[in-house]
Protein backbone atom coordinates (compact mmCIF):
# COMPACT_ATOMS: atom_id res chain seq x y z
CA UNK A 1 0.00 0.00 0.00
CA UNK A 2 1.53 3.40 -1.16
CA UNK A 3 1.18 5.99 1.40
CA UNK A 4 0.64 9.65 0.22
CA UNK A 5 3.28 12.73 1.21
CA UNK A 6 1.21 13.64 3.97
CA UNK A 7 0.54 10.01 5.70
CA UNK A 8 4.55 9.43 5.18
CA UNK A 9 4.97 13.04 7.31
CA UNK A 10 2.48 11.65 9.92
CA UNK A 11 4.24 8.40 10.01
CA UNK A 12 7.61 9.91 11.03
CA UNK A 13 7.22 13.36 11.22
CA UNK A 14 10.03 16.34 11.01
CA UNK A 15 12.24 14.91 13.86
CA UNK A 16 12.43 11.44 11.86
CA UNK A 17 10.97 9.54 14.75
CA UNK A 18 8.35 7.01 13.51
CA UNK A 19 4.45 7.12 15.07
CA UNK A 20 3.45 3.06 16.08
CA UNK A 21 0.54 2.35 17.61
CA UNK A 22 0.03 1.06 21.82
CA UNK A 23 -3.08 -0.55 22.42
CA UNK A 24 -3.62 -2.13 25.97
CA UNK A 25 -5.32 -5.48 25.47
CA UNK A 26 -4.86 -7.42 29.11
CA UNK A 27 -8.04 -6.26 31.09
CA UNK A 28 -10.22 -9.13 32.49
CA UNK A 29 -13.68 -7.00 31.66
CA UNK A 30 -14.77 -7.60 34.85
CA UNK A 31 -17.60 -5.34 34.60
CA UNK A 32 -19.02 -7.30 31.86
CA UNK A 33 -18.67 -10.88 33.25
CA UNK A 34 -19.61 -13.60 32.19
CA UNK A 35 -18.91 -12.64 28.19
CA UNK A 36 -18.37 -14.80 25.27
CA UNK A 37 -15.18 -13.39 24.40
CA UNK A 38 -12.42 -10.69 24.38
CA UNK A 39 -14.42 -7.26 24.53
CA UNK A 40 -11.96 -5.79 22.12
CA UNK A 41 -13.44 -8.65 19.28
CA UNK A 42 -17.06 -8.39 20.04
CA UNK A 43 -19.09 -7.21 17.25
CA UNK A 44 -20.00 -3.56 17.48
CA UNK A 45 -21.42 -2.44 14.50
CA UNK A 46 -20.39 -3.31 10.62
CA UNK A 47 -18.09 -3.17 8.13
CA UNK A 48 -19.21 -3.31 4.04
CA UNK A 49 -17.27 -5.78 2.30
CA UNK A 50 -15.45 -4.46 -0.62
CA UNK A 51 -15.77 -7.29 -3.15
CA UNK A 52 -19.15 -8.67 -2.20
CA UNK A 53 -20.86 -4.99 -0.52
CA UNK A 54 -22.50 -7.58 2.08
CA UNK A 55 -22.15 -6.01 5.74
CA UNK A 56 -19.81 -7.95 7.95
CA UNK A 57 -19.09 -7.43 11.63
CA UNK A 58 -17.23 -4.73 12.60
CA UNK A 59 -15.18 -5.82 16.29
CA UNK A 60 -14.35 -2.79 19.14
CA UNK A 61 -10.90 -2.73 18.50
CA UNK A 62 -11.42 -2.66 14.62
CA UNK A 63 -12.21 1.14 15.14
CA UNK A 64 -9.33 1.93 17.01
CA UNK A 65 -7.17 0.20 14.69
CA UNK A 66 -8.29 2.18 11.92
CA UNK A 67 -7.97 6.27 12.89
CA UNK A 68 -4.07 4.55 13.60
CA UNK A 69 -4.00 3.84 9.57
CA UNK A 70 -5.76 7.14 9.06
CA UNK A 71 -2.72 9.06 10.74
CA UNK A 72 -0.53 6.92 8.15
CA UNK A 73 0.54 4.85 11.25
CA UNK A 74 1.69 1.56 10.26
CA UNK A 75 2.61 -0.68 12.68
CA UNK A 76 0.86 -0.94 16.03
CA UNK A 77 1.81 -3.19 19.32
CA UNK A 78 -1.44 -4.93 21.59
CA UNK A 79 -0.16 -5.91 24.67
CA UNK A 80 -2.62 -8.67 25.48
CA UNK A 81 -3.19 -11.06 28.49
CA UNK A 82 -2.27 -14.64 28.12
CA UNK A 83 -5.26 -16.10 27.34
CA UNK A 84 -7.06 -13.91 25.04
CA UNK A 85 -5.86 -15.71 21.55
CA UNK A 86 -9.02 -14.88 20.27
CA UNK A 87 -7.72 -11.42 19.66
CA UNK A 88 -4.24 -12.79 17.43
CA UNK A 89 -6.70 -15.15 16.22
CA UNK A 90 -9.09 -12.25 14.99
CA UNK A 91 -6.57 -9.86 13.70
CA UNK A 92 -3.62 -11.85 13.26
CA UNK A 93 -1.05 -9.40 11.47
CA UNK A 94 -2.96 -7.00 10.46
CA UNK A 95 -3.51 -7.31 6.92
CA UNK A 96 -7.52 -7.12 7.38
CA UNK A 97 -6.83 -3.48 8.73
CA UNK A 98 -4.42 -2.08 7.13
CA UNK A 99 -1.44 -2.22 9.61
CA UNK A 100 1.23 -4.81 10.75
CA UNK A 101 0.27 -5.74 14.08
CA UNK A 102 2.78 -7.46 16.59
CA UNK A 103 1.46 -8.92 20.07
CA UNK A 104 3.49 -9.07 23.21
CA UNK A 105 1.91 -11.53 25.73
CA UNK A 106 1.93 -11.13 29.65
CA UNK A 107 0.86 -13.58 32.17
CA UNK A 108 -0.89 -10.27 34.58
CA UNK A 109 -0.58 -6.23 34.69
CA UNK A 110 -1.27 -3.88 38.07
CA UNK A 111 -3.51 -1.90 34.98
CA UNK A 112 -2.93 -0.32 31.63
CA UNK A 113 0.59 1.72 32.56
CA UNK A 114 2.09 -1.31 33.86
CA UNK A 115 0.57 -3.17 30.52
CA UNK A 116 1.54 -1.03 28.02
CA UNK A 117 4.94 -0.66 29.83
CA UNK A 118 5.74 -4.17 29.07
CA UNK A 119 6.24 -3.13 25.34
CA UNK A 120 8.86 -0.45 26.31
CA UNK A 121 11.87 -2.40 24.37
CA UNK A 122 9.86 -1.92 21.31
CA UNK A 123 8.82 1.57 21.77
CA UNK A 124 11.54 3.39 23.67
CA UNK A 125 12.60 5.22 20.98
CA UNK A 126 9.49 6.10 19.27
CA UNK A 127 6.59 8.21 19.15
CA UNK A 128 3.11 6.57 20.57
CA UNK A 129 0.04 6.96 19.59
CA UNK A 130 -2.15 5.40 22.45
CA UNK A 131 -5.70 4.57 22.51
CA UNK A 132 -8.56 2.07 24.77
CA UNK A 133 -9.63 -0.66 22.07
CA UNK A 134 -12.51 -0.72 24.23
CA UNK A 135 -13.34 2.90 23.78
CA UNK A 136 -15.44 4.19 20.38
CA UNK A 137 -14.68 7.80 19.51
CA UNK A 138 -14.16 10.42 16.68
CA UNK A 139 -12.86 12.23 14.87
CA UNK A 140 -11.47 9.57 12.20
CA UNK A 141 -8.97 11.83 11.54
CA UNK A 142 -8.28 12.39 15.55
CA UNK A 143 -4.64 11.08 15.58
CA UNK A 144 -3.27 13.18 12.50
CA UNK A 145 -4.84 16.11 14.27
CA UNK A 146 -2.86 15.10 17.79
CA UNK A 147 0.39 14.32 16.27
CA UNK A 148 0.39 17.88 14.23
CA UNK A 149 -0.74 19.53 17.86
CA UNK A 150 2.42 17.63 19.07
CA UNK A 151 4.99 18.40 16.08
CA UNK A 152 3.68 22.18 16.45
CA UNK A 153 3.81 22.93 20.12
CA UNK A 154 6.66 20.31 20.92
CA UNK A 155 4.82 18.73 23.85
CA UNK A 156 5.79 15.31 25.31
CA UNK A 157 2.14 14.31 25.96
CA UNK A 158 -0.96 15.59 23.62
CA UNK A 159 -4.19 14.42 24.75
CA UNK A 160 -7.22 14.38 22.71
CA UNK A 161 -10.38 15.74 24.50
CA UNK A 162 -14.54 14.76 24.10
CA UNK A 163 -17.27 16.16 26.14
CA UNK A 164 -17.90 14.33 29.48
CA UNK A 165 -21.70 13.92 30.42
CA UNK A 166 -20.83 12.22 34.02
CA UNK A 167 -17.72 13.41 34.93
CA UNK A 168 -17.64 10.91 38.51
CA UNK A 169 -16.26 8.10 35.39
CA UNK A 170 -13.96 9.72 33.57
CA UNK A 171 -10.35 11.61 34.01
CA UNK A 172 -11.20 15.34 33.59
CA UNK A 173 -8.30 17.95 32.27
CA UNK A 174 -7.99 21.82 32.88
CA UNK A 175 -6.48 23.66 29.95
CA UNK A 176 -5.63 27.20 28.77
CA UNK A 177 -6.97 28.53 25.86
CA UNK A 178 -3.63 27.63 23.50
CA UNK A 179 -4.57 24.02 24.87
CA UNK A 180 -1.78 23.39 27.26
CA UNK A 181 -2.94 21.22 29.95
CA UNK A 182 -2.54 22.57 33.56
CA UNK A 183 -3.93 19.62 35.70
CA UNK A 184 -5.73 16.60 35.70
CA UNK A 185 -8.95 15.78 38.22
CA UNK A 186 -9.52 11.62 38.19
CA UNK A 187 -13.33 11.16 38.04
CA UNK A 188 -13.79 14.41 40.42
CA UNK A 189 -17.38 14.13 42.20
CA UNK A 190 -18.34 17.33 41.65
CA UNK A 191 -15.99 19.64 39.14
CA UNK A 192 -17.17 22.76 36.64
CA UNK A 193 -14.55 21.14 33.89
CA UNK A 194 -15.84 20.09 30.85
CA UNK A 195 -13.63 17.56 28.37
CA UNK A 196 -12.14 14.20 29.33
CA UNK A 197 -9.19 12.64 27.46
CA UNK A 198 -9.61 8.66 25.90
CA UNK A 199 -6.57 8.86 23.50
CA UNK A 200 -3.37 10.42 23.24
CA UNK A 201 0.21 10.80 21.34
CA UNK A 202 3.19 10.98 23.31
CA UNK A 203 7.32 11.07 22.84
CA UNK A 204 10.17 8.61 24.12
CA UNK A 205 10.09 11.27 26.70
CA UNK A 206 6.66 10.25 28.58
CA UNK A 207 7.42 6.42 27.80
CA UNK A 208 10.68 6.93 29.76
CA UNK A 209 8.98 8.88 32.26
CA UNK A 210 6.32 5.63 32.51
CA UNK A 211 9.32 3.31 33.12
CA UNK A 212 10.56 4.50 35.73
CA UNK A 213 7.26 5.71 37.82
CA UNK A 214 6.61 2.35 37.40
CA UNK A 215 9.62 1.40 38.90
CA UNK A 216 10.47 3.91 41.83
CA UNK A 217 10.55 3.43 45.25
CA UNK A 218 7.81 6.07 45.88
CA UNK A 219 5.54 4.41 43.80
CA UNK A 220 5.64 1.01 45.37
CA UNK A 221 5.26 2.52 48.53
CA UNK A 222 2.19 4.46 47.59
CA UNK A 223 0.47 1.51 44.98
CA UNK A 224 -2.35 0.86 47.57
CA UNK A 225 -3.53 4.55 47.59
CA UNK A 226 -2.55 5.38 43.56
CA UNK A 227 -4.69 1.70 42.46
CA UNK A 228 -7.53 2.13 44.39
CA UNK A 229 -11.54 2.34 43.40
CA UNK A 230 -11.62 5.60 43.22
CA UNK A 231 -9.20 6.38 40.50
CA UNK A 232 -10.18 2.60 38.93
CA UNK A 233 -13.75 0.67 38.97
CA UNK A 234 -11.80 -2.39 38.85
CA UNK A 235 -9.10 -0.33 40.90
CA UNK A 236 -6.07 -1.10 39.10
CA UNK A 237 -3.42 1.55 38.47
CA UNK A 238 -4.73 4.19 36.32
CA UNK A 239 -3.10 6.41 33.48
CA UNK A 240 -4.58 9.05 34.60
CA UNK A 241 -2.17 8.23 38.14
CA UNK A 242 1.20 8.44 35.55
CA UNK A 243 -0.38 11.78 33.71
CA UNK A 244 -0.64 13.39 36.91
CA UNK A 245 2.82 12.86 38.09
CA UNK A 246 4.06 14.00 34.81
CA UNK A 247 2.00 17.45 34.84
CA UNK A 248 3.34 17.51 38.80
CA UNK A 249 7.02 17.31 37.52
CA UNK A 250 6.57 19.96 34.47
CA UNK A 251 6.90 17.51 31.63
CA UNK A 252 4.62 19.42 28.65
CA UNK A 253 1.38 18.54 27.86
CA UNK A 254 -0.80 19.98 25.12
CA UNK A 255 -4.27 19.04 24.20
CA UNK A 256 -6.79 19.05 21.50
CA UNK A 257 -10.58 19.78 21.77
CA UNK A 258 -12.79 17.66 19.55
CA UNK A 259 -16.13 19.78 20.59
CA UNK A 260 -18.54 17.88 17.98
CA UNK A 261 -17.42 14.14 18.55
CA UNK A 262 -19.01 11.81 21.00
CA UNK A 263 -17.53 8.28 22.75
CA UNK A 264 -18.94 5.22 23.98
CA UNK A 265 -17.19 3.16 26.66
CA UNK A 266 -18.33 -0.41 25.96
CA UNK A 267 -16.92 -1.28 29.69
CA UNK A 268 -20.41 -1.67 30.69
CA UNK A 269 -23.18 -3.53 29.88
CA UNK A 270 -25.42 -1.00 29.43
CA UNK A 271 -22.84 1.37 27.38
CA UNK A 272 -22.30 -2.15 25.19
CA UNK A 273 -26.30 -1.86 24.48
CA UNK A 274 -26.19 1.62 23.37
CA UNK A 275 -23.20 1.00 20.96
CA UNK A 276 -24.44 -1.98 19.34
CA UNK A 277 -27.99 0.00 18.85
CA UNK A 278 -25.87 2.70 17.42
CA UNK A 279 -23.34 1.08 14.77
CA UNK A 280 -26.33 -1.38 13.86
CA UNK A 281 -25.95 -1.85 10.06
CA UNK A 282 -29.28 0.11 8.67
CA UNK A 283 -32.54 -1.82 7.32
Known sequence: MTKSPRDRAASSGPTGLEVVG????????????????????????????????????????????????????????????????????????????GLSLAYIVIAGSLGPPDTIDRAYPFIERKRVAFGFPDILFGP??????????????????????????????????DCEADGRVRSLAMKPVSTTLTYGWCCAVWTPAFSAFLHRFLRADETHRDLAHLANRANDPGGDL?????LQAALKVGLPMQ?????????????????????VRQFHPPE
Open 22 to 97: LVPAAGLAKRLQPFPCSKEVYPVGYVVDEKTGVPRPKVAAHYLLEKFRVAGITKTYLVIRDGKWDIPNYFRDGQAV
Open 140 to 173: DDVYRQLIDAQERTGAEVVLGLHRVYNPRVWDMI
Open 255 to 275: SVIFPDDTYIDIGTPENLVKA
Open 238 to 242: AMGVV
